[in-house]
């Protein structure tokens, strides 16, 4: 039987690689003001960041509608077959409607068609890689319960870990308060931030300046990988030297077996703004 990943655009997976998987990718859409674009449809990450530097007009986020999500199962379920299974992992239910949206549309269908819908509790490419993995072992052969069991493990385990050159545009979204963020801002303190688990931005740490937290985030994650093999990926908004950079310490450090360097795309960077970097690993097993 055929299986099919599906996900939003906010798992900010890069296009040849969705493509390669066979991903399918719902797109949110990101308004300045008046206008509207698509995610990775008429606005691509480098054009997000450019535009949000010249924009005096802070931009929001909108989830699919359930129609857009009932029309790429069916899209899926006409090319595949009357078998194809189709596994959605999609945003954090806790930051967007997005999930809320593809759970209405499954229940627009047929109930013949085999849909599970799963809240990932994660954001960009945290749950981009897990739909990454889910992919490759859909291609390998293994059959849903199989995935299944992977998805729950790299759920539960994944780590996260990101920083942010400024908690003004969290704070204008709605993700974190007023007072964290102009603490922030005075202090030069750097939260470091993770994905609690019912899928909110919270604080793990609080450290003064960039290098004594990303030393911080290194020493929580030698005390997860504890030596064992491990897949990461590095996610940056608009620094992709200082994420290289970080990449290459991550290999030194850890024994990885496989890495990705990821751009953070419009929807996640509407609300995290531009300097953001991040950690995202789980243990190879």
Same mark, same amino acid.
């Given at each position: 039987?055929?299986?099919?990943?599906?996900? #939003?655009?906010?798992?900010?997976? #890069?296009?040849?690689?969705?493509?390669?998987?066979?991903?399918?990718?719902?797109?949110?859409?990101? $308004?300045?003001?008046?206008?509207?674009?698509?995610?990775?449809?008429?606005?691509?990450?480098?054009? /997000?960041?450019?535009?949000?530097?010249?924009?005096?007009?802070?931009?929001?986020?909108?989830?699919?509608?359930?129609?857009?999500?009932?029309?790429?199962?069916?899209?899926?379920?006409? =090319?595949?077959?009357?078998?194809?299974?189709?596994?959605?992992?999609?945003?954090?239910?806790?930051?967007?409607?997005?999930?809320?949206?593809? $759970?209405?549309?499954?229940?627009?269908?047929?109930?013949?068609?085999?849909?599970?819908?799963?809240?990932?509790? =994660?954001?960009?490419?945290?749950?981009? $890689?897990?739909?990454?993995?889910?992919?490759?072992?859909?291609?390998?052969?293994?059959?849903?319960?199989?995935?299944?069991?992977?998805?729950?493990?790299?759920?539960?385990? !994944?780590?996260?870990?990101?920083? !942010? #050159?400024?908690?003004?545009?969290?704070?204008?979204?709605?993700?974190?308060?007023?007072?964290?963020?102009?603490?922030?801002?005075?202090?030069?303190?750097?939260?470091?931030?993770?994905?609690?688990?019912?899928?909110?931005?919270?604080?793990?740490? =609080?450290?003064?300046?960039? =290098?004594?937290?990303?030393?911080?985030? /290194? +020493?929580?994650?030698? +005390?997860?990988?504890?030596?064992?093999?491990?897949?990461?990926?590095?996610?940056?908004?608009?620094?992709?030297?200082?994420?290289?950079?970080?990449?290459?310490?991550?290999?030194?450090?850890?024994?990885?077996?496989?890495?990705?360097?990821?751009?953070?795309?419009?929807?996640?960077?509407?609300?995290?703004?531009?300097?953001?970097?991040?950690?995202? $690993?789980?243990?190879?097993?």
């Amino acid at each position: 039987m055929p299986i099919v990943i599906l996900t #939003d655009s906010a798992s900010d997976i #890069d296009a040849s690689e969705r493509q390669s998987l066979g991903i399918v990718a719902v797109p949110l859409k990101i $308004m300045f003001g008046a206008e509207t674009y698509v995610d990775a449809v008429t606005i691509s990450s480098s054009e /997000f960041f450019d535009k949000l530097k010249e924009s005096s007009v802070m931009p929001t986020t909108s989830q699919p509608s359930p129609l857009e999500f009932a029309e790429a199962y069916k899209a899926i379920y006409e =090319k595949y077959g009357k078998d194809v299974q189709i596994i959605a992992i999609l945003l954090s239910g806790s930051l967007s409607g997005t999930y809320q949206s593809a $759970m209405i549309a499954k229940s627009m269908l047929d109930e013949n068609i085999d849909i599970t819908v799963i809240d990932s509790r =994660k954001a960009s490419f945290v749950h981009g $890689m897990i739909c990454v993995e889910a992919a490759k072992a859909a291609q390998a052969g293994k059959n849903k319960e199989q995935i299944l069991d992977q998805i729950d493990r790299y759920l539960d385990e !994944v780590q996260v870990y990101f920083i !942010v #050159d400024t908690l003004e545009f969290l704070q204008k979204g709605g993700r974190i308060g007023k007072a964290s963020a102009v603490i922030g801002s005075l202090l030069n303190i750097k939260p470091i931030l993770t994905l609690d688990a019912a899928g909110y931005v919270s604080a793990f740490d =609080k450290v003064r300046g960039t =290098k004594k937290a990303l030393n911080r985030v /290194f +020493e929580a994650l030698q +005390e997860y990988a504890q030596g064992e093999p491990v897949k990461v990926a590095m996610l940056h908004s608009s620094v992709p030297d200082q994420a290289a950079e970080l990449l290459e310490r991550l290999k030194q450090e850890f024994t990885v077996t496989d890495s990705w360097l990821e751009q953070i795309g419009p929807v996640i960077g509407t609300h995290t703004g531009p300097g953001l970097l991040g950690i995202v $690993m789980v243990k190879d097993k």
